[in-house]
């Protein structure tokens, strides 16, 4: 039996315990934020004098209206597929997992009959469209994008962390990747969007009116990896030949969901780039709705579901990175920027604004 004085100790420490979670769970963490005029100070700096510009082989927008899904095959990201129905763990290790083993094998094999389905009856339409523009960053951090004759067509607003990080430490913003019109060089830049969503409501409902909501749901589950192969696919064809920045790239599957390769291509609402406007002007520049069918609900969500739009990025210094949070000032300076009311902008700004 405990001793008075354990008992005293051991009901001591859970107190303590006690008191520390509560404290723990209502903490307030102050975080501190740099000035918007600091952090652009502070901007990752590229030597643009010294830097060589790659001009892109193909200038202008593309489009393609039926894309083989046999070539897209190869590209997809099953990992992504398991978690979507809450299988955790990494394709193909998956199937070596004690707990989730078995169901994850059961639940691809399935999906393999599926996905036959789909390339034999070519029961999905899957479309894109891109385009590669002359393009400069302003000290604003907005990135101009010019047709053919130099004139101004859209611009691409960008956002920069301000959360304060040690001295020397660079504040970003995906303009950083852009040569400034300071520079007086010439730079380029991309934009996209592809789909596999055409064709997917009308299948599913097929297995829906069967009571086949397994089935149904996999065929939206399917759709989804094949828009994100093909974004895979669609980026490799223009690093390698329609801007050709890197054409001796010989990158296996792995290596390409890894992000291995030269240049990004971040997408509006993601870490980088969380504000989800943007792309209005994506859609403006490429006419994404006339020439393929793709359309912004009032959330700015894309319909079909199964797409993909972002930006390219050619730069050997561009990378991903998380925008985190964002002060007062530069909501303000955003809103200024993109002509909308403060109220507007903090709406849909929210979730990045620091408290």
Known sequence: MLG???????SDLKNDYSDFREKFLNRQIDKDYVSIQDARRDKFK?????????????????????QDLNELVPFIDWSPFFRSWDLHGKYPNIFD????????????????????????GKLLTAKAIFG???????????????????????????????????KGKDY??????????????????GAFCVTTGFGTDELSEEYEKANDDYNAIMVKALADRF????????????????????????????ELIAEKYKGIRPAPGYPACPDHLEKHAIWDLLKVEEEI???????????????????????????????????????KDYSKRKGISLQEARKWLSPNLAD
Do not use: C
């Open 4 to 10: 008075d004085r354990t008992k005293e100790y051991v």
């Open 46 to 66: 590229i030597d643009w004098e010294n830097e060589e510009i790659f001009t892109p082989n193909n200038l202008g927008i593309q489009v393609f209206q039926d």
């Open 97 to 120: 997992d004690e707990v989730v083993g078995a169901q994850a094998k059961e639940l691809f094999k399935d999906a393999q009959v599926i996905l036959k389905k789909i390339l034999d």
């Open 132 to 166: 590669i523009f002359k393009a400069n960053s302003t000290e604003s951090d907005d990135i101009l994008i010019f047709d053919e004759n130099d004139k101004e067509q859209v611009k691409f607003l960008t956002l920069r962390q301000q959360l304060q990080k040690s």
């Open 172 to 189: 970003i913003a995906l303009s950083d990747f852009i040569a400034p019109q300071s520079s007086g060089k010439a730079d380029y830049m």
């Open 227 to 254: 828009a994100e192969a093909y974004a895979e696919f669609l980026h490799k064809k223009v690093r390698t030949e329609y801007w050709g920045y890197t054409n001796q790239e010989t990158l296996s599957n792995e």
């Open 293 to 331: 069918g793709v359309y912004l609900t009032e959330s700015l969500a894309m319909f079909p579901t199964a797409a993909v739009s972002g930006y390219y990025f050619g730069s050997p210094h561009a990378k991903y990175f998380g925008l985190g949070k964002i002060a007062e000032d530069q909501l």
